[in-house]
């Protein structure tokens, strides 16, 4: 079978997905990890197959249970899979061509960690992949900026991962707040004094970039407030709330790969379905789960599919914990019909980040077809953040594809707060796209390009819909 490269800008999916195993999980153990597949599984090499779109081409490659990427080029699509899966694609009547192959390399994976309820500050640099940090670094990072910065920080655990809630291992849910404190600041009160500005990472477990944007936020916070005049007025004036990690059981499976990182995209919840095979996942997509127009477009009613909505709306404890925490951070604002707008004093944003399509996305994410009563606020500032990042910007099913049950809709359907997707990625040709770029990719291209659109976002935290 001959294989072709991908042209630009998709050649970054390529770059970093070839220069690992793709591995995809059958199963969870009874432990704070998940297992990792067996030896046939990870001798098979994966292919990325570029698939020709019609109206309804997407719908019947996640109705199909193919793992369709996170990337568009101009009416194509991106499916991974086996060569199993391009004969798959084919028989159901998709016009399919191999893009690349990439053959697993050999697969260590790094030591067993202890449960995180014992972090040290020596955790915080534990890394994978040439420097993406672990669930317990991460963890780690949050207790020592709020130790440095008493008078900025301070962290919330808001619930249990999966795992943890099963008394299997796994992880707490963890946040952390940073404002100069004030009376009454970082309470779990929506009716704040001040703003807030959101920002969500690794939800789904395998776009690793998300996690480092996240990191990387948080350090300029905590370190500018007396060197930076923009950051001290923002501080001042609002609270920036951040999880760098929404689905740490899910991160626990790819990190558990070390150099060769296994693509987990879901959470690690196995009780719907545990023998999926090379072919599929165990595990819950998360953002497809919120209780907000709940198994529409782009769902599965499979448990091993990567975009399975689980048996019922918010039936992740990950989910159920943040929309919780969602209620502490902002009051309800909205209407219940889906053109009801918030009113024009409604304060707040949250941006929840994924990869790679590069775009910016706000909602209905389940329908491109309908727009929300704040839509020309929403699309200003979609706008201005496309601009930044030089990405397209619109609703899912505009720019990428309709989505139901997504954090971003849930936050404004129920709360009425101004809620944007970003997806991080590289559409310029430079090589740091895909799930894994090259960890150099981080301080060279994403964060250059996230930092100012965050500020931005971040600045219209106050107001979002009278200002536009």
Same mark, same amino acid.
């Given at each position: ?186 309470? $779990?009160?929506? %009716?704040?004094?001040?703003? #807030?500005f959101f920002l969500m990472g690794q939800?789904? /477990?395998?776009?690793? !970039?998300? *996690? ?32 760098p990690i929404a689905n740490p059981d ?74 919780? $925490?969602?209620? %502490?951070?902002?009051?309800? #604002? ?7 707008? /918030?009113?024009?004093? !409604?304060? *707040? ?24 009563g704040n839509d020309a606020s929403l ?90």
């Open positions: 079978m001959s294989v072709r490269r991908i042209p630009l800008p998709l050649s970054g999916i390529v770059a970093a997905l070839a220069a690992t195993a793709v591995v995809l999980l059958p199963q969870a153990a009874a432990t704070s990890t998940v297992a990792a597949t067996d030896s046939t599984a990870k001798a098979q090499p994966t292919y990325v197959y570029r698939v020709s779109h019609s109206v309804d081409t997407v719908e019947k490659l996640f109705s199909h249970g193919f793992d369709v990427l996170e990337q568009r080029d101009g009416e194509d699509l991106f499916v991974l899979g086996t060569a199993a899966e391009g004969d798959r694609l084919r028989a159901a009547g998709f016009t399919a061509t191999p893009e690349s192959a990439m053959a697993p390399p050999a697969w260590t994976p790094p030591k067993q960690r202890a449960s995180n309820d014992q972090l040290s500050p020596s955790d915080e640099g534990e890394t994978y992949y040439g420097g993406y940090h672990t669930v317990n670094a991460q963890y780690a990072h949050l207790d020592q900026v709020a130790q440095q910065h008493p008078d900025l920080a301070s962290t919330v655990t808001y619930g249990q991962s999966w795992l943890k809630s099963k008394g299997r291992g796994g992880y707490d849910l963890r946040a952390i707040c940073i404002t100069k404190k004030q009376t009454g600041d970082c309470q $779990l009160n929506p %009716n704040s004094t001040k703003p #807030r939800i789904h /477990a395998r776009e690793i !970039t998300t *996690g480092d944007v996240a990191w990387r936020w948080i350090d300029y916070l905590s370190s500018s407030y007396s060197t930076d005049a923009t950051i001290k007025k923002l501080l001042d004036t609002t609270e920036m709330w951040v999880v899910g991160v626990d499976i790819v990190q558990q790969g070390g150099d060769s990182p296994n693509l987990q995209r879901k959470n690690a919840n196995n009780s719907n379905g545990s023998n999926c095979g090379f072919s599929g996942q165990i595990g819950v997509d998360l953002n497809r789960n919120y209780g907000t127009h709940w198994g529409g477009a782009s769902t599965s009613s499979s448990p091993c599919n990567e975009v399975y909505k689980g048996p019922s709306q918010d039936s992740e404890v990950e989910n159920t914990a943040m929309e919780k $925490l969602f209620r %502490n951070l902002w009051p309800a #604002r909205r209407g219940t019909g889906t053109t009801d707008p /918030a009113p024009a004093d !409604t304060k *707040g944003i949250m941006m929840t980040m994924h990869s790679d399509a590069s775009v910016v996305i706000f909602p209905w994410d389940y329908s491109a077809t309908v727009h929300t699309r200003a500032i979609g706008r201005q953040l496309g601009s930044i990042t030089g990405y397209q910007y619109g609703q899912a099913g505009q720019v990428l594809y309709n989505a139901s049950g997504s954090t971003d809709d849930w936050a404004y359907d129920k709360l009425g707060v101004a809620s944007f997707t970003v997806e991080v990625g590289d559409n310029t040709g430079r090589g740091c796209g895909g799930f894994l770029p090259e960890f150099s990719c981080q301080a060279s291209f994403f964060w250059p390009k996230m930092k100012p659109a965050l500020v931005y976002a971040a600045q219209q935290a106050a107001a979002p819909y009278a200002n536009h």
